[in-house]
């Protein structure tokens, strides 16, 4: 597959999860929402580096350029998994820390515990795009739930605990 392919289906694929329109993406890009239209469809004739990571970034994507000699990483998966990467960012500035298990069921049930607020609104609030989408794709292959779903649930929980990151409105 070329990499436009790519970077197209890419794009559309995690907008459209993401319940974001061309338009909303564009804006939290800094992009036309023509451009945007373009990169989805493959017709975009120039992209510059820094716009396609701007795009990207704002869908926790990143451009990722594979080295010729890989390097080999023990791999750890209890520890840096998504959701107990995210458990830490949102425990930051808090002295007890959400577990990764109660993170877990915030995003998949209707349960959001009075105590547990403000550590979801942490996690929405400054966690990475990136992180938001890693946490995603861990939920849809651990539990089998929507990707669709997942931010669903977050932009239901940012509103309702009245976030005021741009990606949520």
């Given amino acids: ?13 995690r907008r459209s999860d993401m319940g974001l329109t061309q338009t909303a993406l564009a804006k939290l890009s800094g992009l036309s929402r023509a451009t945007v239209n373009q990169v989805e469809n493959g017709t975009i ?6 716009r396609a990571a ?10 990722t350029v594979t080295s010729p000699r890989p390097k080999s990483h023990p ?5 840096s998994s998504a959701l107990n990467i995210a458990a830490r960012t ?12 109660q993170l877990r069921e915030v995003l ?17 609030e ?3 795009v990136s992180l938001l989408a890693s946490v995603v794709e861990e939920l849809h292959l651990e ?14 929980l940012a509103r309702r605990l009245k976030s005021s990151r741009e990606l949520w409105r």
């Fill in 90 to 101: 949102a425990s930051v500035s808090y002295r007890v820390s959400v577990t990764a298990d």
């Fill in 75 to 79: 791999h750890t998966r209890a520890k």
């Fill in 108 to 124: 998949t049930t209707d349960c959001l515990s009075t105590d547990l607020m403000p550590h979801v609104y942490t996690f929405l």
């Fill in 126 to 128: 400054e966690a990475p």
């Fill in 54 to 63: 701007k795009l990207l970034d704002n869908l926790g994507l990143s451009l």
């Fill in 45 to 50: 004739h120039d992209l510059s580096l820094t």
């Fill in 143 to 156: 539990k089998g739930v929507e990707r669709t779903q997942v931010w669903k649930k977050m932009r239901e």
């Fill in 1 to 13: 597959m070329s990499a436009i392919l790519e970077l197209s289906t890419a794009v559309r694929t």
